[in-house]
Structures are given as structure tokens and as C-alpha cells.
């Protein structure tokens, strides 16, 4: 019953953008702290950005500060991930995640449920 489901990846070219969406069949999804990572060949699962459960602090990884822009709806039970100017290093599997709110948001075992991920590959 409980689940997450991304949508909205697939080939881009390089400096293009993308919007993934991952809706939440979560009962208490309004208190869920939501995230997104992703795993990109021969890679480790890695943090890419986090949000409140209202929506009023997002948190991004350094790395990619300025081009991802985290947002949610819970209206909608729905996280999206905007990303934009994307490289070939953005070319993974992301996940969306949720979980409680914790100092290490951007450590995936603080997580409690994950989507089954999206591809996103960028075209150089």
C-alpha cells in the first residue's frame, strides 16, 4: 500500500532539463520528509536533494547546488525533482524516498521507503 513511483525520466542532451515526479502512496505523506538520490553506473547511491514535509526548506547536495530544484504538493502526494543543464554525470537511476527528518537526511538509511527509480541518461 505504501510506495513511492517515479516517473519522467529518459534521454536528454547535455544542458537540457528534466522534471521527475514521484507520487506517494503514503497515508501520512504531509509528514513525511521527502528525498531524492540516485545511483549512476559503478556508482554509489548518492544524495541529491531532500524537503521538509511542508515544503519550506529544500536541501541539495553541493554538487548540484543551482541546478536541481526540489519541490512537493501534498495535496497531491506528489515530490518533483527539476533539474536543469544537465551533464552526463547525471546519467543514473533516481530514487525518491521518504523517511523522518534527521541531521543526515543525505545518508540513505534514514529512509524508509523507496521508489523503484527512474532512468535519467544525458546525452553529451
Known amino acids: 500500500q505504501e510506495q513511492l513511483v517515479e516517473s519522467g525520466g529518459g534521454l536528454v542532451q547535455a544542458g537540457g532539463s528534466l522534471r521527475l515526479s514521484c507520487a506517494a502512496s503514503?497515508?501520512?505523506?504531509?509528514?513525511?520528509?521527502m528525498a531524492w538520490f540516485r545511483q549512476g553506473p559503478g556508482k554509489e547511491r548518492e544524495f541529491v536533494a531532500a524537503?521538509?514535509?511542508?515544503?519550506?526548506?529544500?536541501y541539495y547536495a553541493d554538487s548540484l547546488q543551482g541546478r536541481v530544484t526540489i519541490s512537493r504538493d501534498n495535496t497531491k502526494n506528489t515530490v518533483w525533482l527539476r533539474m536543469n543543464s544537465l551533464k552526463p554525470e547525471d546519467t543514473a537511476v533516481y530514487y525518491c524516498a521518504a523517511g523522518r527528518y534527521s541531521s543526515t537526511y543525505f545518508l540513505e538509511s534514514g529512509y524508509d521507503y523507496w521508489g523503484q527509480g527512474t532512468q535519467v541518461t544525458v546525452s553529451s
Open positions: 524537503i521538509t514535509r511542508t515544503g519550506n526548506t529544500p
Open positions: 503514503i497515508r501520512t505523506f504531509s509528514s513525511a520528509f
